[in-house]
C-alpha cells in the first residue's frame, strides 16, 4: 500500500501558485519522494522527484521538510491545464522497484 | 521528446478471448512496467520486466497474464482468457534510471 498521505482535494485559483503537501513519516533513509500526476485518462507524468534537498525544474518545486516526514510541490502559477491528479510517492531509487499509487490529490485549477 | 507508445487505443473483446496490449518502450530503457486502472480507481501495478525477465509481480498478474519482448523493442502484456473485471485502462511504462518512469498514454480494454 502506498506509504503517503494526501489530502483528496484542492483547489487553486488560475495564476497562483499550487501548493500540495504529503505525510510520509514512515518514510526510510534511502527512500526518495517522487511526484506524478495523471490529467483525465492519461498515463501518469512524472514531475519531479528529491531525497532530502528542495528540488526545482521547469514544471515544478519540491519542498522536503528537514525530518524528510512530509513535503509540498510547489506549481508556481497553476494554469487551467495544471488541473489533474497528483501523486506523492515514496521509494527507493532504482527500477527494480515497483512504485505504488495511492488515492492522490485531485487539483482544480479555477479561473 | 522521446514517448512511450502504445496500441491499440481502445480495444473490445469477447470475454474469453485472448488479447495482445503492445507496447513501445523508449529506445535506451532498461525496465519496463505494465499498470492497469479500472475506471474511478487507483493506478494499480502488474509487472516489472527487465533483462528480459519478470522481475516483480502483483497479485493481479496471474496465470492469466504474460509479458514478453518478442523483439527487442516491442513489449507486449497478454491477457488468455478476458474477464469482464479485466475491463480498465492499461498503461505501459518505461525507466532509464534518472527521473522517473515515462508512461504511455494507455490503452483501454472493454470486455463484452
Known amino acids: 500500500d502506498a506509504k503517503t498521505t494526501q489530502p483528496p482535494s484542492m483547489d487553486c485559483a488560475e495564476g497562483r501558485a499550487a501548493n500540495l503537501p504529503c505525510n510520509h513519516s514512515t518514510i526510510s533513509g534511502n527512500e526518495y519522494v517522487y511526484w506524478y500526476r495523471q490529467i483525465h485518462s492519461q498515463g501518469p507524468q512524472y514531475i519531479i522527484h528529491g531525497l532530502k534537498n528542495n528540488e526545482t525544474n521547469e514544471m515544478a518545486s519540491l519542498i522536503i521538510t528537514e525530518d524528510r516526514k512530509s513535503s509540498t510541490l510547489i506549481l508556481p502559477h497553476a494554469t487551467l491545464r495544471d488541473t489533474a491528479v497528483y501523486y506523492c510517492?515514496?521509494?527507493?531509487?532504482?527500477?527494480?522497484?515497483?512504485?505504488?499509487f495511492g488515492a492522490g490529490t485531485r487539483l482544480f485549477v479555477k479561473a | 521528446e522521446p514517448e512511450v507508445t502504445q496500441t491499440p487505443s481502445h480495444q473490445v473483446t469477447q470475454m474469453g478471448q485472448e488479447v495482445i496490449l503492445r507496447c513501445v518502450p523508449i529506445?535506451?530503457?532498461?525496465?519496463f512496467y505494465w499498470y492497469r486502472q479500472i475506471l474511478g480507481q487507483k493506478v494499480e501495478f502488474l509487472v516489472s520486466f527487465y533483462n528480459n525477465e519478470i522481475s516483480e509481480k502483483s497479485e493481479i498478474f496471474d496465470d492469466q497474464f504474460s509479458v514478453e519482448r518478442p523483439d527487442g523493442s516491442n513489449f507486449t502484456l497478454k491477457i488468455r482468457s478476458t474477464k469482464l473485471e479485466d475491463s480498465a485502462m492499461y498503461f505501459c511504462?518505461?525507466?532509464?534510471?534518472?527521473?522517473?518512469?515515462?508512461f504511455g498514454s494507455g490503452t483501454r480494454l472493454t470486455v463484452v
Open positions: 529506445s535506451n530503457h532498461l525496465y
Open positions: 511504462a518505461s525507466w532509464q534510471g534518472t527521473y522517473g518512469y515515462t
Open positions: 510517492i515514496v521509494r527507493e531509487e532504482g527500477g527494480g522497484f515497483k512504485t505504488i
